[in-house]
């Protein structure tokens, strides 16, 4: 009972995939898929389970270079999820061209999220928060059960989102980390979108960004 979460290094940003499985239906989802997410669908097969949803954080070329190959993965092709606020930036196949990078983001995500939206997997049920500054659309999505949450390059362990790129905001991050992340329990589980896991507790008493 509960939820299965395993997690891929990716790409050459080392992106942190994360596949996340409800134990008692078998139903997953792919969190942030990068490149070469091709394992993540060898994973999926090998198990048995069942993808249902991609679910982005926000929408900078790094977190959605395998949406095309985890939704392709089935037919009809999966469904995906994004906050509107970085549908512009989807557009833009994710700032890619910025950094020189050959990439087209695919078509446009049919899964519009809001902050406080309920997102059902199997039996599991996770909250949508949205947390502006490292991108205008950026979420985090929390399992208060499990007491984690997804929390892409919100914030990091010992970290925090960079905001120099286009829609970042350092004083809107920082508030975001502060209402919708530090209110959590401290034993609450960090998973990110780069480096290593880490707790809500860990980060309020040493992040130097906080």
């Not at 996770?126 to 999505?141: I, K, L, S």
Request: net charge negative; glycine share 10%; charged share 15%.
């Amino acid at each position: 009972m509960g939820i299965i979460c395993i997690q891929f290094v990716l790409g050459p940003l080392e992106n942190n995939t994360y596949l996340v499985v409800d134990s008692d239906t078998g139903e997953a989802v792919v969190i942030d898929p990068s490149f070469d997410s091709q394992v993540v669908i060898d994973e999926v097969r090998q198990q048995g389970w069942k993808l249902t949803q991609v679910w982005l954080t926000h929408a900078h070329f790094d977190h959605i270079a395998g949406v095309s190959t985890i939704t392709q993965s089935t037919q009809p092709p999966l469904p995906v999820g994004l906050h509107p606020g970085d549908l512009v930036l989807w557009k833009q196949d994710g700032s890619a061209p910025q950094f020189g990078v050959a990439f087209e983001s695919g078509p446009e995500p049919s899964i519009e999220f809001s902050h406080g939206q309920i997102l059902k997997l199997g039996k599991s049920s996770f909250e949508v928060r949205h947390t502006p500054g490292h991108t205008r659309g950026h979420v985090v999505f929390v399992s208060l059960d499990e007491g984690i949450v997804w929390c892409g390059d919100l914030i990091f362990n010992g970290s925090v989102g960079r905001t120099d790129m286009p829609g970042g905001d350092t004083a809107a991050l920082l508030h975001s980390i502060r209402t919708q992340i530090l209110t959590l329990p401290a034993s609450t589980r960090l998973l990110s979108g780069h480096g290593l896991e880490t707790t809500v507790g860990a980060e309020a008493e040493h992040n130097p960004y906080l």
